[in-house]
Nanobody, 125 residues
Framework: VQLQASGGGLVQAGGSLRLSCAAS????????MGWFRQAPGKEREFVAA????????FYANPVKGRFTISRDSAKSTAYLQMNSLKPEDTAVYYC???????????????????WGQGTQVTVSS
């Protein structure tokens, strides 16, 4: 499985960005696609995830109500729409995928087998 993340950039606080994660190499019907982020000096943290089949979504508390994860099955692409961005959202964002996750493990980066390269998101104040 190959994951290609894109869409990062520099935005002012209160602005929006949409990240994309294009997947290839496998059938994703049973996969979970997740987004994580890592700020300098901090551990990688869970942001959001979506079950490819059924579309159930999961969010970390800091982004609930501001970020929306979705997927386009025809394009094998997951999206992270980020609104009302804050300076504390600044980080490198990574997409990840796995085929065997149960709900209680979705927020654990160590449970994901496949990772894309990161894309930098910088929010200025």
């Amino acid at each position: 499985v190959q994951l290609q993340a894109s869409g990062g950039g520099l935005v002012q606080a209160g602005g929006s960005l949409r990240l994309s994660c294009a997947a290839s190499g496998r059938t994703f019907s049973r996969f979970v696609m997740g987004w994580f982020r890592q700020a300098p000096g901090k551990e990688r943290e869970f942001v959001a995830a979506i079950r490819w089949s059924g579309g159930s979504t999961f969010y970390a508390n800091p982004v609930k109500g501001r970020f929306t994860i979705s997927r386009d099955s025809a394009k094998s692409t997951a999206y992270l729409q980020m609104n009302s961005l804050k300076p504390e959202d600044t980080a490198v964002y990574y997409c990840a995928a796995d085929s065997t996750l149960i709900s209680s493990s979705i927020g654990s980066p160590g449970q994901y087998d496949y990772w894309g390269q990161g894309t930098q998101v910088t929010v200025s104040s």
